[in-house]
């Protein structure tokens, strides 16, 4: 019984993990980049203006706000940081101009953004942060 759940518990980490690693989209009618990214917690087909922003997050924001932007720890240059949730009562709170800076110039222990994403792609990241993960 236990070699059961075990083969089970592994076979489910297994899934879990491939999916959420699967950074190609696939050319399978049906799936577009929206519907087989998982950045955003509501990632849909509605939004398909935002499948370039959903790149850019995972390359960027993931790593340290995860790829539902729930936050938590990150360990950057060595040092444990707490990563806010971009779905906190806080972050939603800050209009668009402040979440623009935020990302363009950082604050705390945020790094700049200013120096490796055009300033278009930080405005689509805003939008993105806004609808899927905000549900604005």
């Known amino acids: 019984m236990k ?3 075990i083969g089970i518990g592994c076979a489910l980490v297994t899934l879990t993990f491939l999916a959420c ?6 050319n399978t009618a049906g799936n577009s ?25 995972e390359k960027n924001c993931a790593g340290c706000h995860g790829p539902k932007a729930e936050g938590g720890t990150a360990k950057v240059n060595d040092k444990q940081i707490k990563v806010p ?8 709170k800050h209009d668009d101009k402040r979440l623009t800076e935020t990302i363009t110039n950082g604050d705390e222990e ?14 689509d990241l805003v939008k ?3 609808t899927d993960f905000q549900g604005k």
């Open 21 to 26: 690693n699967n950074n190609a989209p696939s």
């Open 85 to 92: 949730s971009l779905k906190s009562d806080r972050a939603i």
């Open 128 to 130: 993105l942060i806004r």
């Open 33 to 57: 980049p929206a519907a087989t990214n998982s950045a955003g917690a509501n990632s849909t087909a509605a939004n398909p203006e935002l499948a370039s922003a959903r790149i850019t997050y």
């Open 110 to 123: 945020m790094p700049s953004f200013k120096d490796k994403l055009k300033s278009q792609d930080i405005l």
């Open 3 to 5: 070699l059961i759940a």
